[in-house]
């Protein structure tokens, strides 16, 4: 028979030695709740660029698209150092700066409109404010699912991280409609301040009530007790 597994082992193994929360669900709907509208305002820009911004600046197609591919390259470069903050900093801190990062830089993408006039200005500036936005969002998906690790048992990760990436696929197909509104409701720029007030507040909502394991947290200590 095969030796019971040690302390040692599960913790190599990934497997919580400690009992789930209901508090993991709260945690789950939060993380939903973040890549949802990070990636929601992720895609906004190409709804902004197509809608609005090509027209009022008169930028080509070719030039806007240097707008989106800025967000992807330095997205993809930063994927390793982000990880590397993940591991020296915790899941929780990463996707607090994540989510701070990004309410920040995505007010900057509408903050632009107000203050540029020319196209080159504006070109240059959606280029810097994109990218930056780019390296903030590298820790959300490896956060996530290092926060799931944390405080879910080994037989439910799976169904939690695949409710997470659904809620990431649900932000990108509502942006199209949802943003539009906004644009049509309040101009790109003002739909850009209150995308970015959205995850401004989302992430508040984060760092006060998350941390980083079950035994953190000052709520219920067991799922028969909470």
């Known amino acids: 028979m095969s030796e019971p597994a040690t302390s040692a082992s599960v913790h190599s193994l990934g497997l ?58 330095v997205y993809s470069i930063g994927m390793i150092p982000g990880g590397f903050f993940i591991d020296r ?3 929780r801190r990463a996707l607090i700066t994540m989510g701070f990062g990004t309410a920040l ?21 959606l280029i810097v404010v994109r990218s930056v936005m780019g390296l903030f969002t590298t820790p959300l998906h490896p956060g996530s699912a290092r926060a799931v690790g944390n405080w879910f048992p080994f037989s439910e990760r799976g169904r939690a991280n695949g409710l997470v990436t659904g809620a990431a696929i649900i932000g990108v197909a509502a942006s ?21 007030g959205c995850m401004l507040v989302l992430t508040l909502g984060f760092a006060l009530y998350a941390t980083e394991r079950p035994a953190q947290h000052p709520g219920p200590i067991s799922e028969s007790n909470g």
């Open 16 to 73: 919580s030695e400690e009992k789930p929360t209901r508090v993991r669900w709260h945690i789950l709907a939060l993380l939903m709740a973040l890549c949802f509208l990070s990636h929601f305002n992720r895609v906004s820009m190409s709804v902004a660029g197509n809608d609005r911004i090509m027209e009022q600046y008169s930028i080509s197609p070719t030039k806007m698209g240097a707008v989106y591919s800025a967000f992807l390259l």
């Open 89 to 91: 900093c915790g899941a």
């Open 105 to 125: 830089f995505g007010a900057l993408t509408g903050g632009i409109g107000f203050v540029c006039h020319a196209a080159s200005q504006a070109l240059a500036g």
């Open 176 to 196: 199209y409609k949802g943003f539009g509104a906004l644009i049509h409701w309040f101009d790109w720029p003002g739909a850009f301040l209150i995308t970015g």
